[in-house]
């Protein structure tokens, strides 16, 4: 909804007129209204939209029509005073700007409607740009980290991911929920550590995360990728 349909006490005007893309900026969502170059999608609840649902740059008062927003994050929200709202941060696909935007649980809104997913395989990374090959034609794209998003740390030579398009460009990339990844650093294990459930670890890929006191350097662990956390010593 637009600025002068905003929830009472929920967002000022003011913030809707200095909305940009770009960098960091709280904005009110505006129903509707998507531009002829865009495919209009699904009418979804408002509180039916999730992690990675994608939406035009036109829903975004202040945004450019021509960019595609991902949604990162959605909060429920119910003030002591007032109504209900849902709160949403979106990462603009063009910019890697993000945009806090609050709109009313009985909305509707239009998602952008994605072809169907494609096999890819992982080859390499350079200047924070996956490179992927689709494994049925073997045509290859780069993919930015406004694209991947946390997703990019996770990726390994060979991994396949499933990719989707919206009008030829890559914008929605699934990896595996969980994969094997090997201990670059932790402290060894000690009679302190023996009685602690958990100690932290240094993946090779440089994330550190939780891990039993019996996980030693060059081990190779089972880590559920949405999370980080550990899944289990990986099979030999």
């Avoid at 081990?219 to 990986?234: F, S, V």
Wanted: aromatic share 6%; glycine share 8%.
């Amino acid at each position: 909804f637009s600025c002068k349909m905003a929830v009472r006490g929920l967002m000022r005007p003011s913030l809707c007129a200095r909305a940009a893309i770009g960098r960091d900026s709280t904005v009110a969502l505006r129903a509707g209204a998507f531009p002829v170059a865009l495919t209009r999608g699904a009418k979804v609840a408002v509180s039916s939209l999730r992690k990675g649902t994608m939406l035009s740059g036109a829903e975004v008062d202040g945004g450019n029509r021509k960019h595609i927003m991902r949604i990162v994050e959605t909060t429920h929200v119910k003030p002591g005073k007032g109504v209900a709202y849902i709160q949403a941060r979106l990462r603009n696909l063009d910019t890697n700007g993000t945009h806090i935007c609050r709109y009313r649980s009985s909305e509707t809104i239009e998602v952008l409607d994605l072809d169907d997913e494609k096999a890819y395989q992982f080859l390499y990374e350079a200047e924070g740009v996956a490179n992927l090959m689709c494994m049925e034609s073997f045509e290859e794209i780069e993919l930015s980290e406004a694209v991947l998003g946390d997703k990019m740390r996770w990726l390994q030579e060979g991994m396949e991911v499933r990719v989707r398009q919206y009008r030829g460009r890559p914008i929605s990339v699934a990896i595996p929920a969980r994969a094997e990844y090997e201990v670059a650093d932790t402290v060894m294990a000690s009679a302190k550590l023996s009685n602690d459930n958990n100690k932290s670890a240094t993946l090779v890929n440089g994330v550190v995360t939780k891990v039993p006191h019996f996980v030693k350097v060059g081990d190779r662990l089972q880590i559920n990728t949405d999370d980080g956390t550990y899944a289990g010593k990986a099979e030999n």
